[in-house]
């Protein structure tokens, strides 16, 4: 079966200190992969997808980056937090981009908390 | 205003009650409507998934799709302690989920 890992559960970090979470998935291959920022109040917000390895898509224009160096492992960074990077972030997967028969498979998150 | 808009709760009903868990959206063009339960401290996951208009049954739960309303509900029968969590609607108008739109989340809590 597949499974989702992605650490750490809980961060907190100084301003302006960088940022890297990382997020592997186990038993399947060549899946889409997705970084997504939950915010109180506000919905899942899609920040960077993958549909291959080096093949990374930006949403939302911000202060994170995204890479896949290998198949099933993307990494979420940044070279220079800020208070508004805040939030709880998920790592998902899926076997392919259309939704109907390849829903999105989460991870159980990091909090993280800029100070 | 917001593509997607959801009540935030808490909704609080004993145990036993039916559910109702709603979504309303601004875009007529979306298609494609999920559902996804989430437990606290974890992540989502895909509770049902309708196309279109019309109602899906799975269990105690129901999916409700109202295109000209540009409603949607999920209804819960028999509510069950362990169905306390945050309820996400997320929906597109492609089967793409690049392009899906999330509500905020519904928490809900049934009391034993």
């Known amino acids: 079966s597949q499974t989702i890992h992605q650490w750490p559960a809980t961060l907190v970090q100084p301003v302006g200190s960088p940022l890297s979470l990382e997020c592997t998935v186990e038993?399947?291959?060549?899946?889409?992969l997705y970084w997504y920022r939950q915010a109180a109040g506000r919905g899942l917000q899609l920040l960077f997808y993958?549909?291959?390895?080096?093949?990374i898509s930006s949403e939302v224009p911000q202060n994170l980056s995204a890479s896949r160096p290998q198949d099933r492992q993307f990494i979420l960074s940044s070279k220079k937090l800020l208070l508004s990077d805040s939030g709880f972030y998920l790592c998902?997967?899926?076997?392919?981009?259309?939704?109907?028969?390849?829903?999105?498979?989460f991870g159980n998150g990091t909090r993280l908390t800029v100070t | 205003q917001k593509e997607v808009e959801q009540d935030p709760g808490p909704l609080s009903v004993p145990e036993g009650a039916i559910v109702s868990l709603n979504c309303t959206y601004s875009?007529?063009?979306?298609?494609?409507f999920m559902w996804y339960r989430q437990y606290s401290r974890k992540g989502p996951e895909l509770l049902m998934y309708?196309?279109s208009s019309g109602n899906k049954e799975d269990g105690r739960f129901t999916a409700q799709v109202d295109k000209s309303s540009k409603y949607i509900s999920l209804f819960i029968r028999d509510s069950q302690p362990s169905d306390s969590a945050t309820y996400l609607c997320?929906?597109?108008?492609?089967?793409?989920?690049?392009?899906?739109?999330w509500g905020a989340g519904t928490k809900l809590i049934i009391k034993p």
């Open positions: 993958s549909v291959g390895i080096g093949q």
């Open positions: 309708t196309y």
């Open positions: 997320a929906m597109s108008p492609g089967d793409s989920n690049y392009q899906l739109i």
């Open positions: 038993g399947t291959s060549n899946p889409n």
């Open positions: 998902a997967w899926s076997v392919d981009g259309g939704s109907y028969n390849s829903p999105l498979h």
């Open positions: 875009n007529s063009a979306f298609q494609y």
